[in-house]
């Protein structure tokens, strides 16, 4: 693979030719938001933070799905891709409960951090709470889909990097949702390896005793599948 060479808000980069703009533009040090973007996961181009301008192309680009291609110039600081950002964040902010500071992923939630970045969206979107009861039966992992914003990262992460498929995206009531793969996480065949925990950006799917935290001391780690479970063979 050879290398390409492309502009992005004024900074001449040179990136390899199968990274995105998204991934060049990180790799150095230029910040677009991004949300349904997994470093690990095929792009979807779904939660449009991404959206940057691409000179010659009409509207905006998902700069985590667009290629990179040679001489290309790109404005992550445009004006209508700005607007398509704060429009992106209010429609996640329409269902997601905003009370931040009671949910056990406050300090660390993604959405939370990429609306600040994003600034005041204005919440101009009438809130519709989803009335989703969390569902505590496993005793590893809390399932509280009221904040799902459907990213789909979990699900992806079951399927590409776990190829099981325990979740799965699925219309409830008319409204899309993520949902087990089945009655129980135990009969959708899920290994309990943590990817979807992992890489969930809110608050919607936890651990319950901090079995995935990697920060936590490694006698707390119950680990009955982390060191054991073929599962893991590609955590990154
Ligand atoms: Fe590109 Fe979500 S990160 S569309």
Known sequence: ???????????????????????????????????????????????????????????????????????????????????????????????????CTGCPKYGKCQLASISQYVGDTGRDLRYCQIRVTADESNPLMLHEMHRCILCGRCVRACNEMRGVGALKFEKVDGRMRVVINGDSLEEAGCRFCGACVEVCPTGSIRDKVGVFDDNLPKERALVPCREACPAHVNVP
């Open 1 to 99: 693979m050879g290398t390409v060479q492309l502009t992005i808000d004024g900074y001449k980069i040179e990136a390899d030719e199968s990274k995105t703009v998204l991934e060049a533009a990180l790799d150095n040090g230029i910040y677009i938001p991004h949300l349904c973007h997994h470093e690990n996961l095929h792009p979807n181009g779904g939660c449009r933070l991404c959206v940057v301008k691409q000179d010659g192309v009409d509207g905006v680009i998902t700069s985590c799905s667009t290629k990179v291609k040679e001489g290309m110039v790109i404005h992550t600081k445009d004006e209508q891709a700005e607007a398509i950002r704060k429009l992106s964040c209010d429609f996640m902010f329409k269902t997601h409960p905003t009370e």
